[in-house]
């Protein structure tokens, strides 16, 4: 299984990016995937998931501005960033449960300056 993120890059404070993973594998196959990111001097922490069936779930600073979805028909999860502030700035990963097995995809960086 491969998971390839993309959509990173430099954002001004208040403006939106819209990361991307693409999956080898159908994304329905997995049992969660999710979002997670690492800022500067901070550990990795989820910012976000969605199961098959929809359910979503949200770290506290992300809820109203971050939104997850999956695209079963591209094999695709995606996350739309608005309201962007500096400290959202991270090395971004995606990252998928299936079975018994996790799988992450490369970082993607977002730079979010005020």
């Known amino acids: 299984v491969q998971l390839q993120a993309s959509g990173g890059g430099p954002v001004q404070a208040g403006g939106s990016l819209r990361l991307s993973c693409a999956s080898s594998h159908r994304v329905v196959s997995f049992n969660v995937m999710g979002w997670f990111r690492q800022g500067p001097g901070k550990q990795r922490e989820l910012v976000a998931s969605v199961t098959p069936d929809g359910t979503t779930f949200y770290v506290d600073s992300v809820k109203d501005r971050f939104a997850i979805s999956i695209d079963n028909a591209k094999n695709t999860m995606s996350l739309e960033m608005n309201s962007l502030k500096p400290e959202d700035t991270a090395v971004y990963f995606c990252?998928?449960?299936?079975?018994?097995?996790?799988?992450w995809g490369q970082g993607t960086l977002v730079t979010v300056s005020s």
């Open positions: 990252n998928g449960q299936r079975g018994p097995s996790i799988y």
